[in-house]
Every structure is written in structure tokens, then in C-alpha cells.
């Protein structure tokens, strides 16, 4: 079975390596977890994998980042990477930013700081399985 | 043939002119003819009817003189009364008379009477007797009547009348003026007569007169037949101006210038008087017509007082006669003008004609057949021409021939060039076109302009009083949105904090017991290896925010695959945790032994160490975030200064804040001035945060941001420079204004140069850029404390 990847981007370390710890601990060794600390290297990452043959399957990004915002960067994911799952994670509590994204349908999901565990990993659970019911459509 | 080519052609103007040469000499020669004519016609016809005026005066005068002499020969008779015996002289005489009367039957009576006692007759004798006057003078008078001879005393009453005082006067014979006589007392038997006296002279002395009435209707008869010219008639007037002839009897006895005024008349009748030649112009009185009346004189005998034949011609007569000649001269004429007008035709016609074919053989020449040639002919010269016309055309042709093909290329030229001249005078009507409009589009948009220009400087003055009213409530909104990014930045570690908390209850509830059977299922060997490792996660989560392994960890994860272990890549995760890249045979030989779990084990502590160190940087971040925002809203106290070193401050900065940047930018710094400075150290660190927060969003995190120290007299000038594309001319006095900001929306607040301003003039410092495309310095320059070190106690 073709390995599958988790990509974590936040320009704070303290939230991908926190993200990537939860995600460790609920999902143990079924991904491989990676963390970005900007929307350049993030790309980089996913070229990387996407070479090694590994198969990426969720981006969970923050909103506001220097350089590329997490919205146009998420926007580039699903370009080259049409399947991809992606999750917002934002310490903006407006509620227009939050419509205006999923109006414009930029992210599957959004998740506010700060967020819970099981919000989270539930929030990844429903998508993992949105993916694997489109996977198995086709 | 129309005028114009009568005026413009050859054989036209030939015509004219030869045509007018020979006609105005001829018609003058017809004119100065016409009026010698009518001056030679009248003098001719004047002199003819003078002449026969004179003729006839002369051949009445005759026949007058004819009867004088009768009465001449009866007076010369009757001075012989002394041959005759006295007792018959009277009858005898008597006899005489009456024998003369007899053989002259033109007169109307013959008379003689005698002065008293002439014939030797005693007056005393005969008085009262027959044939005697009342003075007893002798006085005979034979008439006729009927036809027969009669014989009556003269005068009856009228012895001593004019024709006898007037002879025995003048002692002359004598013409008595005309009279009418009524015969036997009958006044219609009147009779218009005259006298004809001639005196009796014997010896000398005057014995009496003898003498012949005439009836001047004799005289009429004599000018009744004379016919001058065509109407012309002749007339006789007596010496006292009495008409005795005239074609019209009822005029006969009237005075001659009845009809003219007193003095002309007058005139007229002294000139007849005067016995002289002349001639009257009047009206005639019988038509009215302008007449020339010749007056010539009867002289008959010595009778003194001449009598006059008037000879009358009218002017009409005399012209008619000139007119006549005229209508000759002129018809000759006009046939001679038209024999010389035909000869000059044909003369002429036979030059042009040739003259002519040498014309159309110009014009055809002229129209570009080179071809043509004409036939010579008419006069020597016109031949001579023909022939050297088609010389000329035979030149002509073979120039042409050789011209013909550069003039085709010329014309083909000429027809480029007329194109081209079109072309660009069509794009020269383009040009001007688009001048209008360009004209006309700059004038409205200058009239726009100026409108707008208008509008403008209105709003900028609202602007400028409601900016005044905006500040205030500006710095509310403002306030807003940076409570919202401090939301943001809470959040941030929040979200941290709540997810290691989260999984270090996970863990500790889960491992607590577990833990300790397992480590006391150890080994010494491998409790030794566990607490190796566990140290080595504890030391290493101090630095694992700062530091990535990522291809490490990938590459021992390949390795890991290639040995056959199971779940490399968790594997590999695990000696990443725990920082054991070094120890890689030592996992090798754990696992060998099948002692995974000891490394599964260690990276769980690594991870609580790990989540401890996260919750305890996210809350000094919160915490400063806090402290930042007590700072600001505190940013006008003063507290109580220390020493800060702003390049140690800087380092420290960039090793806490800045280790993301590496990805995109190069950083250089240069401190050659490490002086220190009076101030407050959070508050300075707030300005170079800020300043390198700045260029880095300038240059959007790729680039060189370089970080300088230098001393400047007393200073030391603090800079950060970006290679981003420079601070656009327009925004550069507005940089320093509070809310001015040109990051996008949640990036910045819009205070931060504000805030830097404000600190660096409460440490009464400056602070100023320079930019340009490629290259943008903040410099900060602040007084300097001196080069010294002071331990350092932000730990």
C-alpha cells in the first residue's frame, strides 16, 4: 500500500510540532507526519514527497502566515494536488473571514485556535473518510 | 459660316480683309458720286429750267415786241396825218386804224388820240363832236366784237389815262400795266388787258399816242404749254407783280407773294423792278411743294418796267432726276462690289484650302499621329510649306520613336508618383484627422482636468477638516483590529498549549503505571540504553523548536526500510523525538535484539519533554504578546532607564524570532560599533522588531536583510536594510503616521513606525530611511553610553 502523508503548516513551531504530536499519538504509524514553517517550504515538502512516491492525502495549514497566506497556499495544493483534504487552522475568530471561506470553498475545513483535540482529530477522521469514500467511488 | 470662325480663320480673315479694302473705296467713291450727282443733277436741272425760262421770256418778249412793232408802223402812219387833206385827215386816220386792227386779229382793239388840235383841227370845231375827247382833241378806237370791227371813243371818260400821260411823259413807248376791260359795259365779257403806247413824235414834238389793247389771255396761251422737267410749269407776272399767266386761271390778277411775308414780297417786286435775274425757294402755291422759282425779265420794245416769266420747278423733280442716277451709281456698284467680292472668294479659297489641309494635318500631328502627311498644293510657297511639313513629320516620327520608351517610363514614374502624392495626401488628411481628435480629446481631458483638478482641492480641504474628526474614532477602529490580532496572537499559543497539555494528559494518565513495569522489566543493559536515551531526549527538546531533521529523519527512515524493520518511517519519527541520529547502531542493535520498545518508550518521554517545552514557550509568548499590548497602552510612561546593548538585543532577536527566515533570506550583519545606551530594553527591542518585521515583509521573506552598527560622533547609528523594491515616492512623508500602513489586511496595524518614532524620541534619538528600488535603510541613531559591558540578565 502506497504510504500516505499529513502535512502541518505554521509559520509558529509550536503549533505544527503540537499538531504533529496529536496527530502521532491518535494516528500512530498509519501516516507519515510532516510540519512547514511557511507556504514555500510546505511546497517544497510536498514536491519532495510527491518524488519519494508518497502519496499526500491532508494539508492542515494556518490561515496567516508570512509570504503566502494559507488560503492562496491551500489554493495552489488542490491545483496540483486535486484530491487533497485540507484543513485552516486560524486564531482569527471573524466570522466573515471564516463565511467568506468556506463560501469561496478555499479549505474543506476550518479549525480555530485554539482548537481541542477531538475537534480536531475528529474533523480529520470525517475527511479521511470523505477521501476514502471518493476512492473508492473511482 | 458662324462668326467666330469667319473672325478666327485664315480664308476669313482674307476675305475681310480684302473683302473691306475693296468695299470702303468703293462705297466711298458711290458716296462722293451720289452727292456730286445730286449737285451736278440740280445745277443741270436749274440751269435748265432757267434757261428755258429765259427761252420762253425770250420768245414771249419776241411775239410782244411783234405787236409793238405793229403799233409802231400804226404810229409811224399816223405822223403822216400832214400828207392827208385836212377835211379827211380825221377819217383817214380813223381808216387807218381800223385797217391796222383788221390785219393783226390777235388784239383787241387799235386806237390812236391826239393832243387837242394836233391834225390841224380847230378843239373849238370838233369838241362835243364824235371822235373827240372833251378837250376836242381827235381820238380814234377800232375793236372788235363778234367778229366784226367796231368802232368807239376811246377811254370813256378816260381820255388822258395813263396810256396816254405816261407815253407823252416819257416820250417812250409804253407797256401798260394789265387791266380788265369790260367790253360794252358786259362785266362778263371782262377782259384781263394790256396797253401797248407807242407816242406819236412829229418833228419833235408830241402829237399824240397810238396804240394796241391786248387781251393777255394771248400770254396765257403762250405759257400754258411750257413744261419744265416732270411738273415743273412756267407763269408770267406783269411789272406791278400781277399774275397774267398761270397753269391755274383762277390765280390770273392776283398779286405774285401773296402767300409771303409783306417785306419778301416787297423785296421780291423791287428786284423785279430793278429788271434783274433771280431766284425765289418757296412753297408752291398750287401743291405746296418746295419749288425753285426762276424769275426772268420780258423786255419788249423801250417799254421801261420789264414784265416777268417765272419758270417754277419742284425740288421732288429735281432730285428724282439725281435719285435716279443714285439707284444707277449705286446697283453698278453693288455688281462691282460683288464681281470683285467673288473673284476674292475664289482667291482666296484657293490659298486656304491648302493652308487649311496643313492645318489638319498639324492637328493630327499635334493629337500624336506621326504618321500623317499632306499633299502640296496652291501657290509655289504653300507647296514649299507642305513639303517641309512632312519633312518634319518624317523627323518627328523618328524622334519620338527613339523618345518613346523613356517617356513610357517617365509616365509610368510620373504614375508612382501620383499614387505616392495620393497615398500621403490621404495620409496627411489621417494625420491632421488624429491631430483634431488628439486635439480635441487633450482639450477635453485639460478641461477635466481642470474640473477635476477643482473637485479635488475641494475634497482635500474636507479632507483635511474631517481628518481632524477621523483621527479619533480612526484609533478606535484601529484599536479594534489590533485587539483582533492579539486575539490571533493569544490564540496562537493557546492552541499550542491546549494541545500538548491535552496530549501530556493523554500520556500521563495512560503511562504512569506502565512506565514503572516497564522499566523495571529492564535489563541492566538495556535500562542502561533506555536512560541513555531518555536523556538524550530531555537535552535535545530544549533546541527542537529551532532545528529541523527532516531529511535526516527521511534518510534513516530509507535506511531503516532497507534493514527490514518494521514501521521505518514511526521509527525514524522516534530517533528524530528523542535527537539520536548519532546513535543509529546502537537502535540498530536494540531492535536487533527486539527491543523496539525501549525506543518507543524514549521518544514518548522525548515527546512529554517535548509538549512541556512547547506549553512553556507558547505561554512566554502569550506572555509577551500581553506585555507588548501593557506596553503600548503604557508607552507614554517613563520608567527608570539601564545600559542596553542593541547588538547583543539584536542577536538575541534573531535567534528567538527570526530562525524561520532562513528558508528565504540571507542576513548579514556588521556591527562595528558595540556601544551601549541609556534606555529601556524591551521597549528599543520593540523598534528593532519592528524594523526587521518591516523588511522582511518588504522583501516578502526572499532577499538579503542586512543588520548594521556604527558609531557616529557621539552616536550610534543602528540600521536595518532590505533589498525589497523601496518605499514608493508618494507614501515616503507618510510612512511615520500613525495607522499608515501598506501590508495587507491582518498583517500589520498600521502603528508600528509610530510606535518606533515615538520610542526612539523618548530615548532622543532619530530615526530615518533612505530607499530606492533594491535597497531600503531604517536607521536608528541614538546616543551613545560607550563600549561597556554589563552582564546581561534577560534569561
Given at each position: 500500500m502506497t504510504e500516505q502523508a499529513i502535512l502541518c503548516v505554521d509559520d509558529e513551531a509550536i503549533i505544527v510540532l503540537a499538531i504533529k504530536q496529536e496527530l502521532k499519538t491518535h494516528f500512530r504509524e498509519r501516516f507519515i507526519y510532516e510540519t512547514a514553517l511557511n507556504a514555500e517550504e510546505a511546497l517544497t515538502i510536498i514536491d519532495e514527497l510527491t518524488a519519494d512516491g508518497v502519496s499526500l492525502i491532508l494539508v492542515i495549514s494556518d490561515w496567516l502566515m508570512p509570504g503566502m497566506k494559507g488560503d492562496e497556499f491551500l489554493s495552489s495544493v488542490k491545483r496540483s494536488h486535486p484530491t487533497v483534504k485540507t484543513i485552516l487552522v486560524t486564531g482569527h475568530s471573524s466570522p466573515e473571514i471564516l463565511e467568506r471561506m468556506k463560501r469561496d470553498?478555499?479549505?474543506?475545513?476550518?479549525?480555530?485556535?485554539?482548537?481541542?483535540n477531538v475537534e480536531l482529530m475528529s474533523t480529520v477522521e470525517n475527511l479521511l473518510a470523505d477521501l476514502e469514500s471518493e476512492s473508492s467511488r473511482h | 459660316m458662324s462668326r467666330p470662325r469667319f473672325r478666327s480663320g485664315l480664308f476669313g480673315k482674307m476675305l475681310l480683309m480684302v473683302?473691306?479694302?475693296?468695299?470702303?473705296?468703293?462705297?466711298?467713291?458711290?458716296?462722293?458720286?451720289?452727292?456730286?450727282?445730286?449737285?451736278?443733277?440740280?445745277?443741270?436741272?436749274?440751269?435748265?429750267?432757267e434757261e428755258q425760262g429765259r427761252h420762253f421770256a425770250d420768245l414771249i418778249g419776241e411775239e410782244l415786241t411783234v405787236r409793238l412793232s405793229a403799233v409802231r408802223s400804226m404810229a409811224a402812219m399816223e405822223e403822216s396825218y400832214r400828207d392827208i387833206p385836212a377835211s379827211v385827215r380825221r377819217t383817214v386816220l380813223s381808216a387807218q386804224v381800223r385797217a391796222i386792227l383788221e390785219r393783226n386779229p390777235d388784239i383787241l382793239a387799235a386806237w390812236s388820240q391826239w393832243e387837242p388840235g394836233a391834225i390841224g383841227d380847230d378843239p373849238a370845231t370838233y369838241r362835243g363832236s364824235l371822235l373827240t375827247t372833251s378837250r376836242g382833241a381827235f381820238n380814234v378806237l377800232w375793236y372788235r366784237m363778234g367778229g366784226k370791227l367796231l368802232?368807239?371813243?376811246?377811254g370813256i371818260g378816260d381820255e388822258n389815262g395813263d396810256f396816254f400821260t405816261i407815253p407823252k411823259r416819257r416820250m417812250a413807248e409804253t407797256l401798260i400795266a394789265p387791266y380788265y376791260y369790260s367790253y360794252e359795259g358786259k362785266v362778263n365779257n371782262r377782259v384781263l388787258e394790256t396797253t401797248i403806247c407807242v407816242p406819236i413824235i412829229v418833228d419833235g414834238a408830241f402829237k399824240g399816242v397810238a396804240g394796241f389793247d391786248i387781251a393777255l389771255a394771248s400770254s396765257q396761251r403762250l405759257v400754258s404749254g411750257i413744261k419744265l422737267l416732270q411738273h415743273g410749269y412756267a407763269g408770267m407776272l406783269a411789272n406791278n407783280g400781277m399774275r397774267i399767266a398761270h397753269p391755274v386761271p383762277s390765280l390770273i390778277g392776283g398779286v405774285y407773294?401773296?402767300?409771303?411775308?409783306?417785306?419778301r414780297q416787297k423785296a421780291i417786286l423791287a428786284d423785279m423792278a430793278a429788271g434783274k435775274t433771280f431766284v425765289v425757294d418757296k412753297k408752291d402755291l398750287v401743291d405746296g411743294k418746295m419749288s425753285r422759282q426762276f424769275f426772268a425779265p420780258l423786255h419788249v420794245g423801250d417799254t421801261g418796267d420789264p414784265w416777268y416769266l417765272v419758270a417754277t420747278v419742284p425740288f421732288s423733280d429735281i432730285t428724282t432726276a439725281a435719285d435716279r442716277l443714285v439707284l444707277t451709281l449705286v446697283t453698278m456698284g453693288t455688281i462691282a462690289a460683288l464681281i470683285v467680292f467673288m473673284a476674292i472668294f475664289f482667291a482666296a479659297r484657293s490659298l486656304s484650302r491648302p493652308i487649311r489641309d496643313l492645318m489638319g494635318g498639324a492637328a493630327l500631328l499635334a493629337s500624336g499621329d506621326l504618321s500623317v502627311r499632306v499633299t502640296p498644293s496652291g501657290p509655289v510657297e504653300i507647296v514649299r510649306l507642305a513639303d517641309s511639313f512632312n519633312a518634319m513629320a518624317e523627323k518627328l516620327a523618328a524622334l519620338v520613336g527613339q523618345y518613346e520608351v523613356s517617356n513610357q517610363a517617365l509616365s509610368e514614374r510620373n504614375a508612382e508618383l501620383k499614387t505616392a502624392q495620393d497615398s500621403l495626401g490621404i495620409l496627411n488628411a489621417e494625420l491632421e484627422q488624429k491631430v483634431r481628435d488628439r486635439t480635441f480629446a487633450l482639450t477635453e481631458a485639460n478641461a477635466s482636468l481642470v474640473r477635476s483638478n477643482g473637485s479635488l482641492e475641494t475634497a482635500l480641504e474636507n479632507l483635511r477638516t474631517a481628518q481632524d474628526q477621523?483621527?479619533?474614532s480612526e484609533k478606535m477602529a484601529v484599536l479594534g483590529q489590533l485587539m483582533a490580532n492579539i486575539a490571533h496572537e493569544l490564540n496562537t499559543p493557546l492552541g499550542a498549549i491546549r494541545s500538548s497539555a491535552t496530549y501530556l494528559a493523554q500520556t500521563s494518565s495512560g503511562n504512569g503505571p506502565e512506565l514503572f513495569s516497564f522499566i523495571a522489566s529492564l535489563s541492566a543493559e538495556d535500562l542502561a540504553a533506555f536512560l541513555s536515551l531518555t536523556r538524550l531526549g530531555r537535552e535535545n527538546a530544549s533546541s527542537f523548536l529551532e532545528t529541523d531533521h527532516r531529511r535526516e529523519r527521511r534518510a534513516l527512515a530509507s535506511r531503516f526500510r532497507s534493514a527490514g524493520y518494521a514501521?521505518?518511517?514511526?521509527?525514524?519519527d522516534e530517533v528524530e523525538t528523542i535527537g539520536a541520529f548519532g546513535l543509529e547502531d546502537e537502535i540498530g542493535a536494540l531492535i536487533s535484539r527486539g527491543r523496539a520498545d525501549i525506543i518507543h518508550t524514549a521518544a514518548n518521554l522525548a515527546a512529554v519533554s517535548r509538549a512541556e517545552v512547547i506549553i512553556l514557550t507558547a505561554a512566554d509568548k502569550a506572555a509577551r504578546t500581553v506585555s507588548a499590548l501593557v506596553d503600548y497602552s503604557r508607552s507614554e510612561e517613563v520608567e527608570k532607564p539601564q545600559l542596553v546593548e542593541p547588538v547583543a538585543e539584536i542577536r538575541t532577536l534573531l535567534v528567538l524570532y527570526y530562525n524561520r527566515i532562513k528558508t528565504g533570506v540571507t542576513v548579514e550583519t556588521r556591527f562595528d560599533c558595540m556601544d551601549a545606551v541609556w534606555g529601556h530594553r524591551e521597549r528599543l527591542n520593540q523598534v528593532w522588531v519592528n524594523l526587521i518585521n518591516n523588511a522582511l515583509q518588504a522583501m516578502e521573506y526572499r532577499g538579503k536583510l542586512e543588520l548594521e552598527t556604527r558609531r557616529v560622533g557621539d552616536r550610534i547609528a543602528i540600521s536595518v536594510t532590505d533589498s525589497g523594491p523601496g518605499i514608493p515616492e508618494a507614501i515616503r512623508s507618510s510612512i511615520f503616521k500613525p495607522f499608515f500602513?501598506?501590508?495587507?489586511?491582518?498583517?500589520?496595524?498600521g502603528l508600528g513606525l509610530d510606535i518606533c518614532r515615538k520610542i526612539v524620541e523618548l530615548h532622543e534619538g532619530t530615526i530615518e530611511f533612505e530607499s530606492r528600488p533594491g535597497r531600503t535603510t531604517f536607521t536608528v541613531f541614538l546616543r551613545t553610553a560607550g563600549p561597556i559591558t554589563i552582564a546581561r540578565d534577560h534569561d
Open positions: 470553498k478555499v479549505t474543506n475545513s476550518v479549525v480555530l485556535k485554539p482548537w481541542k | 473683302g473691306l479694302s475693296a468695299l470702303i473705296p468703293l462705297i466711298a467713291v458711290i458716296a462722293i458720286a451720289t452727292v456730286d450727282a445730286y449737285r451736278i443733277v440740280s445745277r443741270e436741272s436749274l440751269s435748265y429750267a368802232l368807239g371813243a376811246i407773294g401773296e402767300d409771303l411775308p409783306p417785306a477621523v483621527v479619533a514501521d521505518p518511517e514511526m521509527l525514524a500602513t501598506t501590508k495587507k489586511q491582518g498583517e500589520g496595524t
